[in-house]
């Protein structure tokens, strides 16, 4: 696998050459700090771009091109990274061996329209496209609550702290919807395509001096880069007394979610300590929170945490039966209180570094995440792979002892669980 | 051991039989990291009522027993917890259920000698105790649970509920609370021993692994070669008519925000087999997106009229029926229903829409086959539905005509529907 990366004025080119797919990928990355009113715009705008273009101004035209195209697969997708939010256009296309000649230019051709060619006139979107983008958008929103995990993490995320990007609903607001029209859905294009940082990936059997030609070709942004901004969600307001919230709602079973801070923590902590100290409590089907609340106790089907670094965040959830709550609450403190007492053995350790470094190796073998990777490397100041794992295995029992002892239960939230 | 390939994907399997008539499919893809093992049973939620092995008489067993058999496959009698043994070496272990077969899977980067040879163990050693198994119960009850407050789950569960009359997919693959509760050790011991034999079974293994040393450590197995595949497994089927239960219903889902529905079409399935059963869905299959797809009119048209959010189709059969289920979001579901049935009978097909979405396919095919897990997924489905992988199945694709599309369409009875809808709930 061969990595080069091209820094032109407006945006930065980065190419992987590989023979191990039968595909290419290409992601053309847009980066910006997140603002919670521009989250529903922003989701019209990338799903419209991706429905229809000037050239391709039907449904119908615009999707027999991406089956004339082999069956690429098109889409945009937006994602939080700490205080930024990347919407990514994706496109996944068959080596010419499996297709035809020129299939990547004409691919990459197709997303150059796709970015720059708007179906607009007037200086409107088209209104066909318009309704129909605005409708979906609308049941995204309304369907985010039919998911009783989901809407419950993100309550939980609103009480913990509503003024932060990890409380932003990232499917949008209803009162945003709302005010947007062709007219100033076009004036966000505008201002969108423009005040961006732009990465474009590229991973496949390609030839670079070739497909740098083409990009250039076809890419030509009117932009001035800018500076990446820091990723890193703060939030040091410790709270004296843990906040706890229940709410009640008719449904089977209650969704126990539960945020803890993780304060002050060092680089080392937040990139290789932090993994393993969550493998160990909740992370896997072989961790504490596993091994006793489910097997040992049965009191749930699942009961798991998850760590996110670039928050300072660590988020509990599990699905139970409302009686069983405080029964429940307290096995957990009990195992959170274990892993501050150094209650773990040196194998629970080496399986969680095991474990570790396999779903590293594993990146080898999806284009995606290779691509998620050197992003890492690029904008995170993630490490390689190689000191990646020379460094988990450099943690030790202290570090995760003095780690388990930076983590606090900040909001235990209780959601439902009421029918009888 | 022969060496087959599936022609037009580069992908080539080995493929061998043990004495006791356990399959075994291995499909390297030796440039990842990665590696896949499958090991499947024959035996689902759809199964309840059989020849017992243990008393060579008709039985007829509660709901969610193969699902439940599933969770207690990881009980060992030595106390280990299989996790426990594979995240050793960071390899991840599973399991799933559903109507047709239960899966046991392993996946990782080292170790598969030491992986696969623990994973044949533990399923072919089960160890069922009272104790161990009334634990299991309030798992499996909150498992059900989960299913029960989501919306999909809930309209799902009713529309086979109008679509079927006996079938068991009529109830939730995990069984209901109560029918979980009535089962009892002794159950699980007769439904392991009647359908848990390597004839009734498949091994697959994908991915990054050295082919000889896989075999040997599957031919050495004790456990996997000490068993016999003792009789022949008689399973009864529900008698599932070709009528559906009720045609229309309306209920009301908690958490709903936009109505949504399932409308069922139910045929009888022609009597076919093999390559000849593949083609015929394939038919089935272009059929629906030329109708139905992505770049069909239908879509453009009743996007245009805002009667859908979400939509998708597929066909499936279950026992000697086609079915072509048909799911939707909309805000006027009924007028979406007329639609779609009027589609399916009018709508105009021609060589070229079945030439262009014929090369769909094929570049579907590809696509998927460079990913050893789906490839898995795809030859086990093969293996239920045709008997063997199809390795011929690019050029089957090829050959489908309009005449083929023309015969499915012959076939289908599209005013033998079923419609479920969901309303919000006030």
Not at chain 1, 104 to 111: P, T
Not at chain 1, 250 to 276: D, G, H, P
Not at chain 1, 297 to 317: E, F, H, P, T
Not at chain 1, 360 to 383: C, F, R, T, V
Request: net charge negative; hydrophobic share 35%.
């Amino acid at each position: 696998m061969e990595y080069i990366k091209k820094e032109t004025p407006t945006y930065n080119l980065h190419m992987i050459k590989t023979n191990k797919f039968k595909t290419t990928s290409i992601e053309i990355i847009f980066s910006r700090e997140l603002k919670k009113e521009e989250i529903t715009i922003m989701n019209f705008l990338a799903s419209i771009m991706t429905y229809t273009t000037k050239k391709y101004n039907t449904k119908l035209k615009f999707s027999q091109k991406m089956e004339n195209l082999y069956a690429s697969k098109v889409f945009a997708s937006s994602y939080r990274l700490g205080k930024n939010i990347n919407v990514d256009f994706n496109m996944k296309l068959l080596n010419d061996k499996y297709a035809e000649e020129g299939l990547l230019e004409e691919s990459l051709k197709f997303l150059s329209e796709i970015i720059f060619n708007p179906n607009v006139d007037n200086n409107e979107f088209d209104q066909e496209s318009f309704d129909v983008i605005k409708n979906d958008e609308q049941s995204q929103i309304e369907r985010f609550k039919e998911d009783s995990r989901r809407y419950s993490t993100l309550r939980l995320m609103e009480l913990t702290d509503s003024t932060k990007p990890f409380s932003y609903n990232l499917k949008g607001y209803l009162e945003d919807l709302k005010k947007i029209n062709r007219k100033n859905l076009y004036d966000f294009y505008k201002e969108f395509i423009k005040c961006q940082i732009i990465d474009i990936y590229i991973i496949g059997d390609i030839d670079f001096d070739k497909t740098e030609k083409i990009v250039s070709d076809n890419f030509k942004f009117d932009i001035v880069k800018s500076n990446q901004n820091d990723f890193m969600i703060e939030w040091n307001n410790h709270r004296e007394k843990i906040q706890e919230v229940v709410e009640s709602d008719k449904t089977n079973q209650a969704k126990l979610s539960i945020s803890c801070r993780l304060e002050n923590i060092n680089k080392f902590e937040r990139n290789y300590v932090l993994n393993i100290y969550n493998l160990i409590l909740g992370g896997t089907a072989d961790s504490k929170f596993f091994k006793n609340i489910r097997e040992k106790y049965s009191l749930c089907y699942y009961a798991s945490s998850g760590a996110n670094k670039l928050d300072n965040l660590l988020v509990i959830s599990s699905g139970i039966t409302k009686d069983n709550y405080s029964k429940i609450m307290i096995l957990i403190e009990k195992e959170m209180n274990d892993m501050r007492k150094g209650n773990f053995d040196d194998i629970e350790i080496e399986k969680a570094k095991k474990y570790y470094i396999s779903n590293l190796e594993e990146i080898e073998d999806s284009p995606n995440q290779i691509i998620a990777l050197y992003y890492s490397m690029d904008k995170l100041g993630a490490d390689d792979v190689e000191t990646k794992k020379k460094m988990i295995n450099k943690v030790t029992k202290d570090d995760i002892v003095a780690l388990s002892n930076k983590v606090y239960i900040d909001t235990v939230f209780l959601l439902g669980g009421d029918k009888k | 051991m022969t060496i087959k390939e599936i022609k037009g994907i580069d992908v080539k399997v080995y493929c061998d039989e043990l004495e006791n008539g356990l399959k075994i499919f291995l499909i390297p893809y030796s440039e990842r990291k990665n590696y896949f093992i499958d090991y499947v049973v024959k035996y689902g939620a759809e199964v309840d009522k059989f020849i017992s092995s243990h008393t060579g008489k008709k039985v007829k067993e509660p709901y969610g027993v193969a699902h439940f058999l599933e969770h207690k496959m990881f009980e060992q009698e030595d106390g280990v917890n299989p996790f426990d043994f594979f995240s050793k070496t960071g390899t991840d272990a599973n399991a799933s259920t559903g109507y047709r077969l239960t899966s046991y899977t392993a996946d990782g980067i080292v170790n598969i000698e030491e992986n696969l040879n623990y994973l044949l163990n533990y399923v072919n050693s089960p160890y069922f105790t009272d104790e161990n198994v009334e634990k299991e119960k309030g798992i499996i009850i909150e498992e059900l649970n989960m299913y029960k407050d989501r919306p999909e789950n809930v309209l799902y569960e009713e529309s086979n509920k109008v679509l079927f009359k006996k079938h068991p997919m009529r109830i939730d693959v995990g069984g209901t609370p109560s029918s979980v509760k009535k089962i009892t050790k002794e159950i699980l011991y007769e439904c392991y021993d009647t359908f848990y034999q390597p004839n009734n079974m498949f091994l697959l293994v994908a991915g990054n692994f050295d082919v000889e040393s896989v075999i040997n450590v599957i031919k050495n197995n004790k456990k996997l070669n000490e068993k016999k595949s003792k009789n022949e497994i008689k399973v009864f089927k529900s008698g599932e008519p070709v009528e559906v239960n009720v045609k229309e219903k309306e209920i009301k889902i908690k958490n709903i925000m936009v109505p949504k529905f399932i409308l069922n079409v139910k045929s009888p399935m022609r009597n076919l087999e093999g390559e000849e059963k593949y083609r015929y869905m394939v038919a089935t299959d272009i059929l629906l997106y030329v109708i139905f797809g992505m770049s069909s009119e239908f879509r453009e048209k009743m996007l245009k009229r805002n009667l859908y959010t979400l939509f998708y189709s597929s066909s499936v059969v279950v026992d000697d029926l086609l079915l072509f289920e048909f799911v939707a979001e909309s805000n006027n579901p009924n007028e979406l229903k007329n639609e779609i049935l009027k589609y399916l009978k009018e709508q105009k097909i021609t060589k070229e829409d079945i030439e262009r979405v014929k090369k769909v396919k094929i570049s579907l095919e590809v696509m998927e086959s460079d990913k050893p897990h789906i490839m898995l997924d795809i030859a086990v489905d093969e293996l239920l539905d045709y008997g063997d992988i199809l390795y011929n199945k690019i050029d089957l694709i090829k050959s489908i005509t309009l005449d083929d599309l023309n015969k499915v369409r012959k076939d289908i009875l599209v005013d033998n529907y079923s419609y479920i809808v969901g309303y919000p709930k006030k």
